[in-house]
């Protein structure tokens, strides 16, 4: 560990651009640079805007759902990396010798979200008690080999 400690410092203060800096020998094109002074550089010719005084109206509160996919068969303790274009069902054979396992909220895998997650969202969603909600869709999981008109149609009757 400690040889890559040191290969990295090492690699890290004998960089020239490092170097030409904390020496003070660098040419305009390795001045370390202030971001603030760079911002008001670019904004100093730039002409003031006046903003619209606010109009006394409620503002809305909007929540946007889209791409969700929860899945009526995710299986909480299945493979979650498996030979399957989608895991974490019980109809799939883990990868190799993999031993990853589909989490109770989800997994970080090839696997959609659980309907338990699903829910939850939805309650938090009730809480913020919004004034619109818009959903734009693209709620089936990813298993477009079994999915024809009526699966989908059940489905989104399900969700919503």
């Known amino acids: 560990m400690t040889t890559y400690i040191l290969t990295g410092l090492w690699r890290h ?15 305009k094109e390795y001045v370390k640079r202030d971001l603030d ?6 904004i100093k010719d730039k002409p003031n805007k006046t903003w619209e005084k606010p ?4 503002t809305l509160k909007i929540v946007h759902i ?7 068969f995710y299986d909480v303790g299945a493979p979650a990396d498996c ?8 109809n799939v054979s883990a990868k190799g010798n993999s031993t990853k396992k589909a989490g109770y909220w989800g997994s970080l895998a090839k696997c959609d ?6 829910d939850l969202f939805l309650q938090d969603i009730k809480k913020l008690n919004p004034d619109a909600i818009i ?5 089936t999981a990813h298993d477009i080999w079994q999915q024809t008109q009526s699966y989908n149609i059940n489905f989104t009757v399900i969700l919503s």
């Open 66 to 72: 889209s791409d969700l996919h929860p899945d009526l």
């Open 135 to 139: 959903w734009t869709g693209d709620n």
């Open 113 to 118: 979200l659980p309907m338990q997650t699903f």
């Open 37 to 42: 002074t760079d911002i008001n550089n670019m």
């Open 55 to 58: 109009t006394g109206r409620k």
């Open 13 to 27: 203060f004998t960089n020239p651009h490092i170097v030409c800096q904390n020496m003070f020998l660098c040419s």
């Open 83 to 90: 030979t399957e274009p989608v895991c974490c069902r019980n």
